[in-house]
């Protein structure tokens, strides 16, 4: 008897796993709530990226004002998607728009915004995933707010989209700026 359920239990365990498994695999990512949400935002510095022209920034560069901050790269094909999302939202919004560009060779990001544009303020390079993860980053794109005291208020997963920007972002940025 005890030798049937030494056989048999690693195979209950085994379908109960494909079960949660099964269940989760269609789940919104969006749906994931970040620990850092009401937090503020990491201590961080990057550099500018090279070749692009803009500064990097820092920690202090998100405080006094609301900011939306960008986690994208050049390899990243819904980032591709999403950036005339961006590009429409800083002309209508005006809204301070800060890039991480995650992992990426500068000469790659270049050719990146000298193709779509570049909506971005400041563009910090993070080469080595660092900073993405003290952000709590996913995968690339992934698009915070952060308020004028410098707290993470609102993070999107994924790419944005027209109909993301009209009810979600832009309900953030609102409550945000308060």
């Known amino acids: 008897m005890s030798r049937i359920a030494l056989l048999v239990l690693p195979l209950v365990a085994l379908v109960a796993l494909i079960a ?3 269940l989760n695999i269609n789940r919104d990512p ?22 692009l022209g803009l ?12 900011t939306v901050v960008n986690i994208f790269a050049s390899w990243c094909i819904p980032c591709r998607d999403e950036h005339p999302v961006l590009t429409a939202l800083k002309a209508q919004t005006g ?47 992934e698009t915070f707010v952060v308020d004028a005291a410098g707290i993470i208020t609102f993070k999107h997963v994924g790419p944005l989209s027209p109909q993301s920007v009209e009810a979600e972002l832009l309900p953030a ?6």
């Open 20 to 22: 949660v498994f099964a």
């Open 30 to 51: 969006s749906l994931i709530r970040s620990v850092l949400i009401d937090k503020p935002a990491p201590e961080f510095s990057l550099p500018a990226v090279e070749a």
């Open 55 to 66: 500064p990097g920034f820092d920690t202090a560069a998100l405080r006094g004002q609301v």
């Open 95 to 141: 809204i301070a728009l800060y890039g991480i560009n995650q992992k990426d060779a500068p000469e790659n990001a270049k050719a990146f915004l000298d193709e779509l544009g570049n909506p971005y303020d400041a563009i910090g390079g993070d080469t080595n995933g660092r900073v993405s993860i003290d952000w709590g980053v996913y995968g690339v794109p």
């Open 173 to 178: 940025i609102a409550r945000a700026k308060g």
